[in-house]
């Protein structure tokens, strides 16, 4: 919550793994489409229409090699994301499958490329919480 009550300041992300990666896109979509969205691994939404309900950035995270959520899927969402005009960074990381990031001693050791998705999504949360833009 802002603590000073502006609500031109208020800013909310939701963020989910797995199936929970789904629900929170679908969240943002359905109910909160000022919420940006972090999404690990979820169930991609593909359908235009729908990706052009979001009014604020999200970040998707997957593994190339992710039998759920094969790569013409994936290209799809991009696609479709672009083309509803999201802000996004959505990666497709190489040589990993579903839920390649398990903890975050993965991270403390310097896993690759679950470090890489870590400094990715932190990036992008800093930029939405401590950003200048107050429009954000």
């Known amino acids: 919550l802002n603590p000073t009550g502006n609500k031109s300041n208020y800013k909310l992300a939701v963020m989910g793994f797995c199936y929970g990666g789904g629900k929170a896109l679908r969240y943002a979509i359905q ?12 169930k991609p939404v593909t359908d235009v229409n729908e990706l052009k309900k979001l ?6 995270v997957f593994g190339r090699n992710d039998v759920q959520f094969p790569m013409k899927l994936l290209d799809d969402f991009k696609n479709a994301l672009n083309e509803a005009r999201v802000e996004n960074d959505v990666r497709i990381y190489d040589g990993v499958g579903h839920a390649f990031w398990a903890n975050m001693e993965q991270v403390r050791r ?3 490329p679950q470090l890489q998705a870590y400094t990715q999504c932190t990036d992008f949360l800093q930029n939405i919480f401590f950003s200048s833009d107050d429009d954000a």
Do not use: H, M, Q, S
Request: glycine residues 14%.
């Open 110 to 112: 310097g896993e690759e």
């Open 31 to 42: 109910r909160k489409n000022d919420a940006a969205t972090v999404i690990f691994y979820g």
């Open 55 to 60: 009014n604020a950035p999200l970040c998707g």
